[in-house]
């Protein structure tokens, strides 16, 4: 896996090394009905998962969730069903619920076999400290849920 230095000379995952943040961006890419990301790279696009802890302490959980963060959580998800239908051939859906507290469930099935499920809370602060956690967490979670598909294929089907 190739890897780049920024300034600060910390190593940092490309986007088109990493199958899990390409596929985050084509979900977040299909959002985009006015054309604005068209120009974009891939990692501005997805430069709002990385908030340092730091500044998600300070995001206020106060009120109703933010549209554009309830976005992102829905197209984290549905980066990880597409993975895992790409993978196994299993239609995947996605149902992300949360409250206007930021607590909920982030769920994705296919057939009858629940192949992710996340309990969500203080979604308000969504986000991962660098591009590299962002990428392990949901490469983490399509490899949990292809072995899932795997181990219970009688069940997946419909």
């Given at each position: 896996?190739?890897?780049?230095?920024?300034?600060?000379?910390?190593p940092t995952?490309?986007?088109?090394?990493?199958?899990?943040?390409?596929?985050?961006?084509?979900?977040?890419?299909?959002?985009?009905?006015f054309?604005?990301?068209?120009?974009?790279?891939?990692?501005?696009?997805?430069?709002?998962?990385?908030?340092?802890?730091?500044?998600?302490?300070?995001?206020?959980?106060?009120?109703?969730?933010?549209?554009?963060?309830?976005?992102?959580?829905?197209?984290y998800?549905?980066?990880?069903?597409?993975?895992?239908?790409?993978?196994?051939?299993?239609?995947?859906?996605v149902?992300?619920?949360?409250?206007?507290?930021?607590?909920?469930?982030?769920?994705?099935?296919?057939?009858?076999?629940?192949?992710?499920?996340?309990?969500?809370?203080?979604?308000?602060?969504?986000?991962?400290d660098?591009?590299?956690?962002?990428?392990?967490?949901?490469?983490?979670?399509?490899?949990?849920?292809?072995?899932?598909?795997?181990?219970?294929?009688?069940?997946?089907?419909?």
């Open positions: 896996m190739a890897t780049t230095t920024t300034n600060s000379e910390t995952i490309l986007v088109a090394d990493s199958p899990f943040l390409q596929a985050l961006v084509q979900q977040l890419r299909s959002y985009d009905s054309g604005v990301y068209r120009t974009w790279t891939d990692e501005l696009v997805i430069a709002p998962y990385v908030i340092p802890k730091k500044k998600r302490r300070e995001i206020s959980l106060e009120g109703d969730i933010d549209p554009t963060t309830q976005l992102r959580i829905i197209c998800f549905r980066a990880i069903a597409a993975l895992i239908e790409q993978e196994t051939g299993l239609l995947c859906q149902v992300v619920d949360l409250n206007h507290e930021g607590f909920g469930w982030a769920l994705v099935w296919g057939g009858k076999l629940m192949v992710v499920s996340r309990s969500l809370r203080d979604a308000h602060r969504f986000g991962f660098t591009l590299e956690k962002l990428n392990e967490q949901g490469t983490k979670l399509v490899n949990s849920g292809i072995e899932l598909v795997q181990r219970f294929p009688e069940v997946s089907k419909l």
